[in-house]
């Protein structure tokens, strides 16, 4: 915690890396639904 | 609709997120010589970064130079940099100065960057931490555009009862309420460098609270209803614009009204849509929050498209 | 049709009286509860304030949640489709859901008056104006999520759970305004902008749940 403290650019990069991690993750498994659905039809 | 899913939209897509993803780590944070001033006459900080370009050659005294520097507001200072630099009239330097009063001058302590690309505006006390208004700010945005879609599509099921509005609507909120527990999130993780706790319950956090209790009460609804999906996407509509008449009010009006921690509140300046035409931080802030703003906005309609085509084959695959 | 059903919906009422014994029962107990669970305790006008909306919310969310409900359970709502208007339906039931909700604030101020000495207001104008204006409010919510939740199958639970978000800006003036009227006793000032918040929500909410009525009311 206190190196985060002190280093702040660090806890914006794990916030950044997180998020976008996140949101491709959701957007993979999204198209990924899709195109089985789509392969089923 | 189906651009959405095009590999040129993607394309652009990369490309907009390169380029946040190089303002957010890649540049230096350069303020002004006020901020100097200001933050070291509240005992904040000692040194500050100052982006300023060069305006006349140096004049020099025994080992340092002197220079005079324009900063983004036009200040024009004199500011002392150390003999080994070489600047040259119209060099952008993005330099930690210090201030002192008695003399008239800036010290640069050290020069981060010369001729830089793109700087990063500073947030007075904020520092490196104020890179986190690049999710949080633009998140917030958006997730007000997506429940506005997400209205616009309830009022056009209720008008034209075609279930593909409906998917729509619910794609629309499911994005909205994403990001605005994202925004949240960011913005207790950011409460806690700044201010000391996760969680302060102060106007700002309350009024998001709420509604992402409205949103939650949405989906709520629309599981435990027991009808036909036609019905239950009426009764979900109708409840979705009843939730639309305070979003505005929630997001906007209560949080400027009342005093609170969080810049923007009364007695505060909100440095990002407030309404007079000026704010004190760097005009480039604007440009930054809103080009993250169009990301996430073409990052909602993509998923949104996605979402709508789930929620449509799997409402033909059941009938 | 408005009058009809306004007029059977009160005769209703005056026969057996549940909605309103419902009521002042809820509100007696819950200041009973109060009572019972901080004795002598001194209470600031905030907290004072804070337990009166919440009584008078919670007791609204109790004996209004039958207007529609019991539609459905007796089976009459279909007649009602077939025979009225919409609109006359909704005034009628909105009007209703009113009426029980000021006589729900008349029994709550004179409980909260009687029972708690640090229940004191200073500006008797003010505090009637906003008492009004939260009322409206109240019912109006309650009256049109209760029409959502007739036909879910939870209705106990969800109601609150989707009324009371709804409410929250009411909730900020309402008690807001109530402790300013109980500390000063010219409170203009200080009211002005809830009352303002007040009137604006009343009427947002008021227009919408008719406009948007018709369509949770038809097949």
Request: net charge positive; aromatic share 14%; glycine share 6%.
């Given at each position: 915690m206190d190196f985060l403290q002190n280093h702040p650019l660090y806890v914006v990069g794990i916030i950044a890396t997180v998020i976008w991690l996140g949101i491709f993750t959701f957007l993979m498994r999204l198209d990924r639904r899709v195109r089985k659905l789509e392969n089923m039809k | 609709m189906k651009f959405f899913r095009s590999t040129l939209y993607h394309l652009l897509l990369g490309a907009l997120f390169a380029v946040s993803v190089f303002i957010c780590f890649a540049t230096p944070i350069g303020g002004s010589?006020?901020?100097?001033?200001?933050?070291?006459?509240?005992?904040?900080?000692?040194?500050?970064?100052?982006?300023?370009?060069i305006t006349t050659t140096s004049y020099d005294s025994v080992a340092k130079k002197f220079y005079n520097a324009k900063d983004i507001y036009g200040n024009e200072k004199r500011i002392l940099v150390d003999r080994s630099q070489d600047l040259k009239i119209g060099d952008v330097i993005v330099a930690d100065c210090s201030y002192l009063p008695s003399e008239n001058y800036f010290d640069v302590v050290r020069i981060e960057r010369i001729n830089p690309a793109i700087t990063f505006p500073l947030i007075q006390g904020l520092g490196e931490l104020g890179r986190n208004m690049l999710f949080h700010v633009p998140m917030s945005f958006v997730a007000f555009i997506a429940f506005l879609f997400a209205t616009i599509y309830s009022i056009l099921y209720l008008r034209k009862r075609k279930m593909e509005y409906d998917f729509k609507a619910r794609a629309s909120s499911a994005i909205g309420f994403m990001f605005t527990f994202l925004a949240t999130v960011t913005g207790s993780i950011w409460a806690r460098f700044s201010w000391g706790t996760f969680w302060n319950w102060d106007p700002r956090e309350t009024s998001i609270f709420i509604l992402l209790l409205i949103y939650i009460a949405y989906f709520l609804l629309r599981s435990l209803l027991e009808e036909g999906e036609e019905k239950k996407a009426r009764i979900a509509a109708v409840y979705n614009i009843i939730a639309f008449v305070t979003v505005p009010f929630l997001m906007f009006v209560l949080p400027r009204i009342t005093q609170s921690l969080h810049p923007g509140s009364s007695g505060t300046e909100a440095p990002v849509i407030n309404l007079s035409g000026k704010t004190h931080t760097d005009p480039i802030l604007s440009y930054i929050l809103w080009a993250n703003v169009l990301l996430f906005t073409l990052l909602f309609l993509w998923i949104k498209e996605l979402y709508t085509i789930v929620l449509r084959k799997e409402f033909s695959a059941n009938d | 049709m408005l009058s009809p059903i306004l007029r059977k919906d009160i005769r209703i009422e005056l026969r057996s009286r549940f909605g309103v014994s419902a009521v002042v029962m809820f509100l007696l107990v819950t200041v009973t509860t109060i009572l019972f669970s901080a004795p002598g305790e001194q209470m600031s006008s905030s907290i004072m304030s804070a337990l009166f909306w919440i009584s008078l919310f919670f007791g609204a969310l109790t004996g209004l949640a039958r207007s529609f409900i019991s539609e459905e359970e007796r089976g009459t709502s279909f007649l009602l489709r077939l025979y009225a208007e919409p609109e006359d339906v909704f005034w009628g039931k909105y009007l209703f859901n009113l009426l029980l909700v000021f006589s729900l604030?008349?029994?709550?101020?004179?409980?909260?008056?009687?029972?708690?000495?640090?229940?004191?207001?200073?500006?008797?104008?003010?505090?009637?104006?906003?008492?009004?204006?939260?009322?409206?409010?109240?019912?109006?919510?309650?009256?049109?999520?209760?029409?959502?939740?007739?036909?879910?199958?939870?209705?106990?639970?969800?109601?609150?759970?989707?009324?009371?978000?709804?409410?929250?800006?009411?909730?900020?003036?309402?008690?807001?305004?109530?402790?300013?009227?109980?500390?000063?006793?010219?409170?203009?000032?200080?009211?002005?902008?809830?009352?303002?918040?007040?009137?604006?929500?009343?009427?947002?909410?008021?227009l919408v749940s008719y406009v948007l009525f018709q369509f949770i009311w038809q097949e």
């Amino acid at each position: 915690m206190d190196f985060l403290q002190n280093h702040p650019l660090y806890v914006v990069g794990i916030i950044a890396t997180v998020i976008w991690l996140g949101i491709f993750t959701f957007l993979m498994r999204l198209d990924r639904r899709v195109r089985k659905l789509e392969n089923m039809k | 609709m189906k651009f959405f899913r095009s590999t040129l939209y993607h394309l652009l897509l990369g490309a907009l997120f390169a380029v946040s993803v190089f303002i957010c780590f890649a540049t230096p944070i350069g303020g002004s010589f006020t901020d100097v001033v200001t933050l070291k006459m509240n005992n904040v900080a000692n040194v500050t970064p100052v982006k300023a370009t060069i305006t006349t050659t140096s004049y020099d005294s025994v080992a340092k130079k002197f220079y005079n520097a324009k900063d983004i507001y036009g200040n024009e200072k004199r500011i002392l940099v150390d003999r080994s630099q070489d600047l040259k009239i119209g060099d952008v330097i993005v330099a930690d100065c210090s201030y002192l009063p008695s003399e008239n001058y800036f010290d640069v302590v050290r020069i981060e960057r010369i001729n830089p690309a793109i700087t990063f505006p500073l947030i007075q006390g904020l520092g490196e931490l104020g890179r986190n208004m690049l999710f949080h700010v633009p998140m917030s945005f958006v997730a007000f555009i997506a429940f506005l879609f997400a209205t616009i599509y309830s009022i056009l099921y209720l008008r034209k009862r075609k279930m593909e509005y409906d998917f729509k609507a619910r794609a629309s909120s499911a994005i909205g309420f994403m990001f605005t527990f994202l925004a949240t999130v960011t913005g207790s993780i950011w409460a806690r460098f700044s201010w000391g706790t996760f969680w302060n319950w102060d106007p700002r956090e309350t009024s998001i609270f709420i509604l992402l209790l409205i949103y939650i009460a949405y989906f709520l609804l629309r599981s435990l209803l027991e009808e036909g999906e036609e019905k239950k996407a009426r009764i979900a509509a109708v409840y979705n614009i009843i939730a639309f008449v305070t979003v505005p009010f929630l997001m906007f009006v209560l949080p400027r009204i009342t005093q609170s921690l969080h810049p923007g509140s009364s007695g505060t300046e909100a440095p990002v849509i407030n309404l007079s035409g000026k704010t004190h931080t760097d005009p480039i802030l604007s440009y930054i929050l809103w080009a993250n703003v169009l990301l996430f906005t073409l990052l909602f309609l993509w998923i949104k498209e996605l979402y709508t085509i789930v929620l449509r084959k799997e409402f033909s695959a059941n009938d | 049709m408005l009058s009809p059903i306004l007029r059977k919906d009160i005769r209703i009422e005056l026969r057996s009286r549940f909605g309103v014994s419902a009521v002042v029962m809820f509100l007696l107990v819950t200041v009973t509860t109060i009572l019972f669970s901080a004795p002598g305790e001194q209470m600031s006008s905030s907290i004072m304030s804070a337990l009166f909306w919440i009584s008078l919310f919670f007791g609204a969310l109790t004996g209004l949640a039958r207007s529609f409900i019991s539609e459905e359970e007796r089976g009459t709502s279909f007649l009602l489709r077939l025979y009225a208007e919409p609109e006359d339906v909704f005034w009628g039931k909105y009007l209703f859901n009113l009426l029980l909700v000021f006589s729900l604030a008349i029994c709550a101020v004179i409980f909260f008056a009687f029972f708690f000495r640090d229940f004191v207001v200073r500006d008797v104008g003010m505090f009637a104006l906003q008492l009004i204006l939260g009322a409206i409010g109240t019912s109006s919510t309650v009256t049109i999520v209760s029409a959502l939740v007739a036909r879910a199958s939870q209705k106990g639970a969800l109601l609150p759970v989707l009324a009371l978000p709804v409410m929250l800006p009411l909730v900020i003036a309402t008690t807001d305004a109530t402790r300013i009227t109980m500390e000063v006793a010219s409170s203009w000032n200080g009211v002005r902008g809830d009352i303002l918040i007040l009137f604006s929500f009343d009427v947002a909410v008021t227009l919408v749940s008719y406009v948007l009525f018709q369509f949770i009311w038809q097949e």
